[in-house]
C-alpha cells in the first residue's frame, strides 16, 4: 500500500511539475567541511538529489506542498525538517550532519563496491584513521599498523623491513593495495620493505580473511589498503603540512613536506619525505652492523571533479639504499665481521671485525641493496544515471639491486626489473529492490628481467592475470546479505634461461646466444593457473549498538614466480631458494563469527575464524646427513618449497574502556591468537617435528591507557599521556624440521609517551608527540624477526644465537600543518 501511495504522489508531483515549480538548494557539511555524495531527497516522492564534492545539492522542479526533506550520508545521523513550498520558490536549506558516534559507524571501501559501514560489512576489517597512525611512532608504517589491528602481524628484517602478516599467513598471500592499486614489487622477498611514502599515508584498512572475491589471486589471507592524502579542504586556498621525526636508537631522522590546493573543480598534491637512520642497537649486540637505510620519496596529485564524479592522476617515486645484515660474527667477542673477500676466498673465520665507526654511521656498507619503485595511475569514479563506474588504470616499475661483491661493489648481484600494468573496472548497477549489485573485471600485466646481474634466484617471465566477479548486497530492515562469485586466469611462462661464468670476471651471467658450456638454470615453462573465489555473508544489528556477523568466504592463490621457478642465491635474504614447477593452485575456504559492540562506556570486538587450505606452499630448511644446514661458502642455507593441507585457526578480541562522564579517558586493550597445522599425513601427532606451520605468531596482548585533558587556554589545545603493555607470549608450536624454526621464549614491552596538541592560530594546531619504546630496554627476538636466525661464529658448531630485536628507543615527532 505505501509503494502505491507513493508511485501515485510521484506522479501526481511530475505532472504538477508542469505548473510553476519551487527549488530547494544548499550546502551539507560536518564539522565545517562539505560532505560529498551525501542524499538529499523529499520523503515519498521521487525527488532528490547528491551532493557534489562540495557538498552542494539542489532539487529543481518541485510543486508547491508541505513535505518531508530528509537529508543522509553514511556513517552520519539523519537529518528531517519539514518544509512547505510555495510556487516559484527558491529555498536555501544549509545542513549540518553529526557523527553517528552511538552505532559501529566506522566506514570502510576496501573488498566492498561501495562505502559500507562496518557493521553492514560480514568480513572482518578494521579501518585505522590518521589520527591514529599520526600517533602511533614507529619506524615503518606496517609496524605502525601492527600497532592498531588484531591479527595483523609482520615478519621483519630490520627496523625498516616489515612484510604484512594476517592471522599466520603473509608474502603473496596478504594483498597489499596503495590507493586501490595493487602493490607490485617482488614481495615474495624477505629482504624488502613496502614501497611506499609513509608520512604520505593518511588511513588504512584491513581485511582479516580472503579477498579473492573483488582481487584475485594473493588475496588469500586478507588486504592491507593504504590511502595516500586528498586535499579535501574546498576553499581555494593552498595548504600542507610539515612532519619531521628523530628516534634515538638508531638516530632516525625523518622529514616529509606536502603542499595541496582544492577548489570547486581541481585540486592538486605535492609530497616529499627523507628518511635516513644508522644501524639500529639492544642490550645484547650492541648495534647490527647493516641495517641502517637511506630513503626517499616524491609523488605528485592532479584531479579534477564535478558534481558527477572525479579523475585522479597520480605519479610516485621510491627510492631506498637499505643494509643487509648478515650476522657473521667473530666467535670470541661476538663483534660483527664483513666480507671482504669472494667465494672460496672468503673464510668466515678470518673475516675483519667492523669499527666502531662503521657500526656508529649513517653511511651504508658496499654491501647493501638500492630498491627504486616508480607509479604512474589514473583513478577515475563517474556517476551513470542511478549507477556508476569506477576505472583504474597503472603502471609500475620495481628495481631491486643487491650487492653482494665486496671485491666488485659496483657490480649487483640480484638485479632485477618488474614491470607491471594494472587494471580495474566496476559498474555500480541502480538500486532496484533493496539490492546493490556491482560487476567488475581487474588484473595485470608483468614483465620480470634480470639485467647485469651474477645471481639469478629467479628466471625472466611473464605473467598475465584477470578475473571477472559479481557482487550483490542485500538490505532490509535489520538484516544485510552480501556476497558474490569470481572467475580468475593466471598464464606464467618464461623461456630457457641459460647461466655461464664470465672468464673475465669470475662472475656468473645470463648467456641467451653463446649456450656453450652454459648451464640451463631454467628450463623453459608455461602454466595457466584458474581458480574460482566466492563469499558469502550476512549481518545482523541487534540493537543499535550491537551488530553480529558471520561470513564464508573461498580464496584463491596461484603459486608465485620463487615458490614456481627458483634455483638459487638470492643475496639480500642469504638464502638458496628450490622451487617446483608442479605446484597446484592454494584454495581455501574460510568461516568467521564476530560481533561488535558501542557503548557510550565500552566498546568490543570479538571475531573467530577456521582457515583450512588446500595446497599450502610453504619453506623449510634442508640438512645434510648428519642434520646440518646445507650452506655454501658464505653461510647462505637452502630452503625448497613444500606442498601440503593446512589448517588455521584463532581468534581476535578488542574493548575499549571510555567513561562518559570521564571525557578523554581509555582504556584500550587487544588479544590475538593464532594456531597454525600442516594437515599432511605422515605430520599427524608430530608437534614440531612437522606438524606446526612456520612463521606463526604467538599470542599477543596489547593494553594501553590514555588519558586526552583539554585545559581551557590560549596556547594548549590538548594534552595526551599515555602507557602502553605490550605482551606475547612463548611460541612453543614452531617448524622444527630441520632446524627450519626455533623456540620463543615470552617478553613484555612497556612504552609511555605523551601528546600535545598546541595553538598557533585561529583554526590549527601543532602536534608534538614524545614517546619511549620499550622503556626498560628489554632484549627479547620475535618470533617473525629473520634476523632471529642470522648468525654465523667463526668457531661455535651450535652458533646461532641471532640477533636481537630494537632496545629503548625514544621518538620525538612535530606535525605542523598549514
Known amino acids: 500500500m505505501k509503494l502505491i501511495l507513493s508511485l501515485m504522489a510521484s506522479i501526481a508531483l511530475a505532472y504538477a511539475a508542469n505548473a510553476q515549480t519551487a527549488s530547494i538548494t544548499g550546502k551539507i557539511v560536518s564539522d565545517g567541511k562539505p560532505l560529498a555524495f551525501a542524499s538529499v531527497g523529499i520523503t515519498g516522492t521521487g525527488f532528490g538529489a547528491t551532493t557534489d564534492s562540495s557538498g552542494i545539492y539542489i532539487i529543481k522542479n518541485i510543486p508547491e506542498g508541505n513535505y518531508l526533506l530528509r537529508a543522509s550520508s553514511i556513517g552520519f545521523n539523519d537529518f528531517e525538517k519539514q518544509i512547505t513550498i510555495k510556487s516559484g520558490e527558491n529555498i536555501l536549506l544549509n545542513v549540518t550532519l553529526t557523527a553517528n558516534t552511538s552505532t559501529l559507524n566506522e566506514v570502510v571501501v576496501t573488498g566492498v563496491s561501495r562505502a559500507t559501514l562496518i557493521r553492514e560489512n560480514p568480513i572482518s576489517i578494521m579501518s585505522i584513521s590518521p589520527k591514529a597512525i599520526e600517533q602511533t611512532n614507529e619506524s615503518n608504517i606496517i609496524d605502525v599498523l601492527v600497532k592498531n589491528a588484531p591479527g595483523l602481524n609482520a615478519v621483519k628484517t630490520g627496523p625498516n623491513i616489515s612484510k604484512p602478516f594476517i592471522r599466520g599467513l603473509g608474502y603473496n598471500r596478504v594483498l597489499t593495495l596503495y590507493d586501490g592499486i595493487r602493490q607490485e614489487g617482488q614481495q615474495w622477498g624477505d629482504e624488502h620493505g613496502i614501497e611506499v611514502d609513509a608520512y604520505n599515508i593518511d588511513k588504512a584498512e584491513v581485511i582479516k580473511g580472503p579477498a579473492s572475491l573483488m582481487y584475485g589471486s594473493d588475496a588469500l589471507a586478507g588486504v592491507v589498503s593504504l590511502f595516500p592524502f586528498i586535499p579535501n579542504n574546498n576553499d581555494g586556498q593552498p595548504h600542507g603540512k610539515f612532519t619531521s621525526e628523530y628516534q634515538t636508537n638508531n638516530n632516525l631522522i625523518g622529514n616529509g613536506l606536502r603542499l595541496d590546493y582544492n577548489n570547486e573543480h581541481f585540486l592538486f598534491a605535492v609530497r616529499g619525505s627523507y628518511r635516513i637512520a644508522k644501524n639500529y642497537r639492544n642490550a645484547i649486540d650492541g648495534r647490527i652492523y647493516n641495517s641502517n637505510f637511506d630513503e626517499k620519496n616524491l609523488s605528485a596529485l592532479i584531479g579534477y571533479k564535478s558534481n558527477k564524479g572525479f579523475s585522479h592522476f597520480n605519479v610516485t617515486l621510491y627510492d631506498n639504499l637499505q643494509g643487509i ?31 666502531d665507526a662503521e657500526l656508529n654511521s649513517y653511511q651504508l656498507s658496499p654491501l647493501h641493496q638500492h630498491i627504486q619503485h616508480y607509479r604512474i595511475y589514473t583513478h577515475n569514479f563517474y556517476q551513470i544515471g542511478n549507477g556508476d563506474i569506477d576505472f583504474l588504470f597503472a603502471l609500475q616499475q620495481n628495481i631491486r639491486r643487491e650487492y653482494n661483491h665486496p671485491t666488485m661493489p659496483e657490480q649487483a648481484g640480484m638485479y632485477v626489473r618488474l614491470n607491471t600494468l594494472n587494471y580495474g573496472l566496476r559498474y555500480n548497477a541502480p538500486k532496484f529492490a533493496n539490492i546493490e549489485t556491482s560487476i567488475g573485471i581487474n588484473g595485470m600485466f608483468q614483465n620480470n628481467k634480470s639485467l647485469n646481474a651474477t645471481d639469478f634466484p629467479i628466471p625472466d617471465y611473464n605473467l598475465y592475470d584477470g578475473g571477472m566477479y559479481v557482487y550483490a548486497k542485500w538490505k532490509y530492515n535489520k538484516w544485510s546479505v552480501s556476497g558474490g562469485i569470481r572467475y580468475d586466469v593466471r598464464q606464467v611462462q618464461w623461456n630457457d634461461f641459460y647461466v655461464k661464468t664470465n ?133 647462505n642455507k637452502t630452503y625448497q618449497y613444500q606442498q601440503a593441507s593446512a589448517q588455521l585457526y584463532g581468534a581476535e578480541v578488542w574493548f575499549s574502556i571510555h567513561p562518559e562522564k570521564w571525557s578523554g579517558f581509555s582504556f584500550d586493550n587487544s588479544l590475538a591468537v593464532v594456531y597454525g597445522f600442516n594437515r599432511k599425513t605422515i605430520y599427524k601427532n608430530e608437534g614440531i617435528s612437522g606438524e606446526y606451520l612456520p612463521l606463526i605468531p604467538p599470542l599477543k596482548w596489547l593494553s594501553s591507557v590514555s588519558n586526552k585533558f583539554q585545559p581551557n587556554t590560549k596556547c594548549l589545545a590538548s594534552l595526551t599521556p599515555k602507557i602502553e603493555l605490550e605482551f606475547s607470549a612463548t611460541q612453543n608450536r614452531y617448524l622444527g624440521l630441520n632446524n627450519t624454526e626455533t623456540p620463543t621464549p615470552a617478553y613484555a614491552l612497556f612504552n609511555c609517551g605523551i601528546s600535545a596538541e598546541i595553538k598557533y592560530s585561529k583554526t590549527q594546531t601543532l602536534q608534538l608527540q614524545f614517546q619511549v619504546n620499550n622503556l626498560l630496554d628489554k632484549a627479547y627476538q620475535s618470533n617473525l624477526s629473520r634476523l632471529k636466525y642470522f648468525e654465523y661464529y667463526s668457531q661455535s658448531p651450535n652458533g646461532h644465537l641471532g640477533m636481537y630485536n630494537m632496545g629503548r628507543n625514544i621518538c620525538l615527532k612535530i606535525i605542523l600543518p598549514f
Not at 325 to 334: N, V, Y
Not at 591 to 619: C, H, M, P, T
Request: glycine letters at 8%; charged letters at 20%; zero cysteines.
Open 503 to 635: 672468464a673475465a670476471t669470475g662472475f656468473d651471467e645470463h648467456t641467451i646466444s653463446d649456450t656453450s658450456n652454459a648451464v640451463l638454470q631454467f628450463p623453459a615453462y608455461k602454466k595457466t593457473f584458474q581458480g574460482m573465489s566466492a563469499s558469502l555473508g550476512l549481518t545482523y544489528q541487534a540493537t543499535k549498538q550491537i551488530s553480529i556477523k558471520a561470513n564464508v568466504g573461498r580464496g584463491y592463490r596461484a603459486p608465485n614466480i620463487t615458490e614456481m621457478g627458483s634455483n638459487g642465491l638470492d643475496p639480500g635474504a642469504h638464502i638458496i631458494y628450490l622451487g617446483n614447477r608442479n605446484f597446484n593452485p592454494e584454495f581455501s575456504l574460510q568461516e568467521d563469527i564476530g560481533a561488535s559492540a558501542r557503548f557510550k562506556n565500552v566498546s568490543a570486538d570479538v571475531s573467530v575464524f577456521n582457515n583450512n587450505i588446500q595446497n599450502y606452499i610453504y619453506l623449510t630448511m634442508l640438512v645434510d646427513a648428519n642434520g646440518n644446514p646445507i650452506t655454501d661458502a658464505q653461510g
Open 325 to 355: 645484515p648478515d650476522g657473521s660474527r667473530d666467535s670470541l667477542t661476538r663483534k660483527f665481521t664483513k666480507q671482504i673477500y669472494e667465494g672460496s676466498n672468503d673464510d668466515i673465520k678470518t673475516r675483519p671485525v667492523v669499527s
